[in-house]
């Protein structure tokens, strides 16, 4: 006799960047991860887990490689609500007599940091532009574990296309080396250009007020990050 198999509820949400997917709780070989990363302080490998948890999760045709950093981090979000509780403990500080205390908050009222920028172009010289797109989470995982080569490995992920008066190519249609070869030719004034133009892009935040209970001044919290939403 073969064991019944148990059926697992989907939702919907809408991601930021404007598409419905359909997606499941974490079962257990999710909460695998999850405690195995709980603790860890590396940013590389909460940002994989993470990535690995919502390819895992969607139920549809989304294919997670073309999502943003912040659609990646509003479904986990929405995941982990859906599997865990809308609620988490957070410890804060408060801001005027320095004591620690506990508070709930509901991570279902996550939203964007700010608008999600519509001019994207950065000009690099007098006829040649290119412009830039969200960070993807595998390039932040990259250049978290690469300090040295932070800026590039950014930069060389973010370039959407390359542009002139009267050509238009995705930077992708070239091959990896002429893609190194743009990259480390930019100038250093060029290279920080585009990573303030990527900085435009929000991320996922809550904003939340709580009173301290020993003082009573009142805190504005701001949680933002996935390291905050992982336990």
């Known amino acids: 006799m073969a064991l019944p198999k148990l059926e697992t509820p989907t939702y919907e949400t809408q991601i930021p960047s404007g598409k419905l997917v359909k997606f499941r709780p974490f079962l257990v070989k999710e909460e ?38 912040y659609d990646i981090e509003h479904l986990f979000i929405h995941m982990r609500a859906r599997s865990v509780g809308e609620q988490i403990e957070v410890m804060h500080t408060c801001s005027s007599c320095g004591e620690d205390f506990p508070f709930n908050i509901d991570i279902t009222k996550v939203s964007l940091s700010g608008p999600i920028p519509e001019n994207t172009n950065v000009m690099i010289s ?5 412009s830039v797109k969200p960070v993807s989470p595998e390039t932040v995982a990259a250049s978290e574990a690469n300090d040295s080569d932070r800026a590039t490995i950014v930069v060389k992920d973010v370039i959407d296309t390359v542009f002139t008066d009267s050509e238009v190519h995705k930077f992708t249609d ?41 003082c009573g001044a009142e805190n504005e919290i701001i949680l933002e990050g996935i390291e905050n939403f992982f336990t």
Do not use: H, W
């Open 32 to 69: 695998k991860v999850l405690l195995m990363v709980k603790e860890s302080k590396n940013s590389k490998d909460i940002i994989r887990a993470m990535k690995q948890i919502v390819e895992s999760c969607i139920e549809d045709d989304t294919e997670s490689k073309t999502l943003s950093y």
């Open 126 to 130: 007098e006829k040649i532009g290119v």
């Open 174 to 214: 070239f091959t990896e080396g002429e893609r190194n070869e743009f990259v480390e030719s930019l100038s250093l004034s060029n290279l920080q250009k585009i990573l303030e133009k990527v900085e435009e892009f929000p991320r996922c935040q809550i904003k939340a007020t709580r009173v301290c209970p020993k």
